[in-house]
């Protein structure tokens, strides 16, 4: 290992990379674009239902109850005198639940009985259709205790109440953890892509045969490619971070040195996961093709970004300690939303670092200084 | 003298090829020398030169470079080495300047001593003025010297060059030669690679590989010796030149015909010295006049003589035009935004002729070629196919063409038989007629025993010959040739000839393009391109006759070249 020709190959990695508008492309725009795209177009909070309610006997009590539906800024209400129409309108996709008020709706509810109402909810979407059904229990509830009070009935006291108290993303907001998440799916791209192109570059440009006649040594090869995309992929993660906080006001609560530290760790994983497709396929179109499935694809649907982890059969979550996102978005969303939780913190730290530690020993193993 | 390099039984295979790339090669390289590495392209010239740098592992056999093995003492070799691959190997988007420190700075050259071999280098290659320009935008000829002067920043004890004249001007190539001949003056060894078979008669010593067998290994002047004596020229013709080419070829006297100009040339036989001009009908006025061989003579020689058969397009069909002019370009110009590729270029091309379009890469030649065949429409200018103008009759005319392009584009998903068959199907060929055709495609080049294969598997002559076969099926009036003969053997090449030879016989008119300059010799006329320029227009003999001069009366077509060139730039600049 000689510092002079590692210095020579880390200059010239760096000038082609300056004058490579790609490479600037991958790094400023792609993140950027990214993070703008999951902090927008990917959320889970509800959005407004539309809701038929067939009202069969018109009373004061289904009006007041229809009232107290529209009271609310989750329900789009029509009604109707039969479920017929809205039958066919569900199956449409237009409704997302029926809400029937029968004859006797009156009568009863006035006993004090259970009410006798009828839910129907689409169950196409079964995420929707779960939040719709409690919603309109959470109402109906609320809105017989109302009722009584109104008639100077005493409400059927509660044995226990619930104060519900959101920690760590008061507003229940996705986007506080989606952003976040996102970070670590953009720094798995722009990492594999950066060093995907830059060794199958080289062999298709007929350079690396020069390259390898002189007596450069693997290691200088990989540490001189690595060190100026390891930089620019360390901006694009400031960049991100930047976007996250000032644009989609993100709450930041941990330690920017404790994320930095993470994140520069799983930036190795990733630039050496690009490395290592690059020099394996020789050819930059194939490369990038492999690094967007193999990066990006484990990245997405196993690093508990988006899909719960939890939530998945015993295999594929066994699988994701395979994937080195996994222990960024961890880091990434505990550093962001609840602090510098240490015991978080260390466990990712040093699963990221064996990570690394392994993809460049693959790395050095794959690169030869021979053509065959 | 001592070999610095010594090679035992060196026998390097790749995986999925069937046949070694290099079979069991001994041979030494003695210090001080240049030695050419002559052969066709496949015939193992880059895995030789990458075995001496350790760049490959042979499989059996072993090589030793000043005392030192390439593949365990890499570093040993490699620091005493110097290896200029094909393309050169520079980054084109760093300077002449950076690539030059990239490479200093590999092999450890600083300080005053950099700036001093900085200072040589620059001033050897004459690349001082542009030393802040971008690689990529130097010139083929710019490009082959800063690549020789990457390769030589530290003086090396070995200098291996992998085909430095490819693409190349032939004024560079000359340039380069001088370049390289005073290296071996300062006691470098070098091994010039190269597919030019005239490049190896310049050289000291030549290593002649065919198909991974090396197959010569001395002086140039012994190799030509051989053959001393057997070369004549057949001079006043009378009647068509290819049909004596044809007669002569079959001959049993004859091992190998070219057309030479208005001559042919031959390569006769060891013991059967007597040939009657008569039986081969070239007249009255024939005769035989010997000639100094040259080292493609040899060659032809060693691998047994060149193409014999009758080629089976012989007394085909006879086409008919109603038109004497084929072909015609009145001022083609095409210009690549601010880059004029080619300027003003007009010439008629009479039917049942041999036109090349004769210049080195990058002159313009392929884009000419694209404006006559339609496929690149002129910037200004017109081209008409057998009268009929592309611009607004342009299926009508592609209909009576053929053409075979540069890089082979057919499919390589695709076997053999599929290609004939979709090519024909494209044609408009179909029922018996389709069969008949895929039928004697297949017989005219021998494709039986590849019929199944997949035509990206298939050797570079075969690939040629299905090109060619899927260009000609429909047997169309103007036939386009693209650099047919690029990186094929010389037998093959003659083969190649022979069918192009038949079909003009036919009255097909042929225009083609090359970058050997020795095949301009078998065309009617040529038009001389460069820098995107028709420099000259004439038969081959009549652009001899204006090159020579009194120093020079016997030109080669590549002397000519040269002065026509030189001749240009001395009118055209003030």
């Known amino acids: 290992m000689s510092f002079s020709r590692f210095a020579a190959i880390m200059r010239k990695e760096t000038r082609q990379a300056i004058r490579d508008p790609s490479t600037l492309m991958i790094a400023g725009l792609l993140p950027i674009m990214l993070i703008f795209l999951f902090g927008y177009a990917v959320s889970f909070d509800p959005r407004q239902f539309s809701v038929g309610v067939v009202v069969e006997q018109p009373t004061g009590e289904t009006e007041s109850f229809v009232a107290s539906l529209r009271n609310t800024r989750y329900f789009e209400i029509e009604t109707a005198p039969v479920r017929k129409d809205f039958e066919t309108l569900m199956a449409a996709g237009e409704l997302d639940a029926i809400i029937i008020l029968p004859q006797d709706f009156s009568a009863i509810a006035l006993r004090g009985e259970a009410a006798p109402i009828q839910i129907l909810v689409d169950g196409g979407d079964p995420n929707t259709a779960g939040l719709v059904g409690s919603y309109i229990e959470l109402l109906v509830i609320n809105w017989l205790e109302q009722e009584w009070l109104d008639r100077g009935q005493p409400p059927l006291a509660p044995l226990v109440s619930i104060e519900p108290r959101v920690w760590f993303n008061a507003e229940i907001s996705s986007r506080n953890y989606l952003v976040p998440g996102s970070v670590a799916i953009i720094l798995t791209i722009i990492g594999a892509l950066l060093t995907a192109l830059v060794v199958a570059r080289e062999w298709e440009r007929g350079t690396m045969e020069a390259l390898l006649a002189t007596p450069v040594g693997p290691l200088e090869l990989l540490l001189g490619k690595l060190v100026p995309y390891f930089v620019l992929g360390l901006g694009s993660f400031m960049l991100s971070v930047f976007v996250a906080v000032a644009f989609f006001g993100v709450p930041f609560r941990g330690s920017f040195f404790a994320l930095s530290l993470a994140a520069a760790l799983f930036m190795l994983c990733s630039l050496g996961q690009g490395l290592l497709i690059s020099t394996l396929t020789r050819n930059q179109l194939v490369a990038a093709q492999v690094a967007v499935m193999l990066a990006f694809l484990p990245a997405f649907y196993f690093s508990n970004f988006v899909f719960e982890l939890d939530s998945m059969p015993l295999a594929l979550q066994l699988f994701s300690y395979a994937i080195p996102a996994r222990f960024l978005v961890s880091t990434l969303q505990t550093q962001f939303l609840a602090g510098n939780v240490w015991a978080v913190l260390l466990p990712d730290l040093a699963a990221l670092a064996i990570f690394a530690i392994v993809i460049f020993a693959i790395c050095a193993l794959f690169t030869r200084t021979r053509l065959d | ?494 083969e190649f000839w022979a069918h192009i030879n038949a079909m003009v016989t036919n009255g097909v008119t042929v225009i083609v393009t090359t970058h050997f300059l020795d095949e301009a010799e078998y065309c009617d006329r040529a038009a001389l391109i460069y820098r995107g320029q028709m420099i000259a227009l004439g038969t081959p003999a009549e652009l001899k006759a204006q090159a020579a001069s009194s120093t020079m009366p016997n030109p080669t077509f590549e002397d000519a070249f040269i002065a026509l060139v030189e001749k240009n730039e001395a009118e055209t600049s003030p």
């Open chain 2, 1 to 494: 003298m001592t070999a610095l390099v010594t090679i035992e039984g060196l026998t390097k295979r790749f995986p999925k090829q069937a046949e070694p790339a290099l079979r069991s090669v001994s041979t030494q390289i003695r210090s001080g020398h240049i030695v050419g590495l002559v052969g066709p392209d496949g015939s193992g010239k880059t895995t030789f030169l990458r075995l001496i740098a350790g760049l490959l592992r042979p499989d059996e056999g072993g090589i030793d470079v000043g005392g030192f093995d390439p593949v365990a003492n890499a570093k040993e070799v490699r620091a005493r080495i110097a290896y200029m691959p094909q393309r050169f190997g520079l980054y084109e988007d760093l300077s002449v300047e950076e690539n030059l420190n990239l490479y200093a700075d590999l092999r450890g050259l600083v300080g005053s001593a950099r700036k001093a071999t900085f200072e040589r280098l620059l001033d050897f290659t004459g690349l001082a003025p542009f030393t802040g320009r971008l690689a990529g935008a130097l010139s083929g000829g710019m490009k082959q010297k800063l690549g020789l002067a990457c390769a030589l920043v530290v003086t090396p004890e070995l200098l291996l060059l992998d085909e430095p004249s490819v693409g190349v001007d032939p004024i560079s190539r000359r340039e380069l030669w001088r370049m390289v001949s005073r290296l071996t003056d300062e006691g470098i060894t070098v091994v010039w690679a190269t597919a030019y078979l005239d490049e190896a008669e310049k050289c000291e010593t030549v290593l002649v590989l065919s198909e991974g067998d090396l197959i010569f290994d001395g002086r140039p002047t012994d190799l030509a010796a051989r053959v001393a004596g057997r070369v004549f020229l057949i001079e006043g013709i009378e009647g068509d030149r290819r049909y004596v080419l044809n007669r002569a070829r079959q001959h049993e006297a004859v091992m190998d015909g070219t057309i030479q100009a208005s001559h042919v040339r031959l390569l006769l036989n060891e013991n059967a010295r007597a040939l009657s001009l008569a039986s081969i009908g070239a007249g009255d006025e024939a005769r035989l006049k010997p000639v100094a061989p040259r080292f493609e003579d040899a060659f032809i020689d060693l691998i047994g003589g060149g193409f014999r058969a009758e080629s089976p397009f012989a007394g085909g069909s006879q086409r008919s035009h109603d038109i004497a002019i084929a072909v015609e370009a009145r001022g083609l110009t095409r210009m690549f935004g601010s880059f004029t590729a080619a300027s003003e270029i007009s010439f008629d091309v009479r039917r049942g002729e041999v036109f090349g379009l004769i210049g080195p890469n990058g002159a313009g030649k392929s884009t000419t070629f694209k404006m006559l065949s339609g496929l690149l429409k002129p910037t200004s200018g017109e081209a008409r196919i057998a009268g009929v103008d592309l611009r607004t009759a342009a299926s009508e005319a592609r209909a009576r063409l053929g053409y075979m392009a540069q890089k082979f584009s057919l499919y390589g998903d695709l076997s053999t038989m599929q290609n004939l068959r979709f090519f024909a199907r494209v044609y408009g060929l179909t029922g018996a007629r389709q069969r008949l055709m895929i039928e004697r495609m297949i017989d005219s080049f021998a494709l039986t025993d590849k019929l199944n294969e997949n035509s990206a598997q298939l050797p570079l002559g075969f690939k040629q010959r299905l090109s060619l076969a899927c260009a000609v099926m429909h047997e169309p009036d103007v036939l386009f040739l693209d650099e047919p003969t690029s990186g094929v053997d010389p037998r093959t090449r003659r």
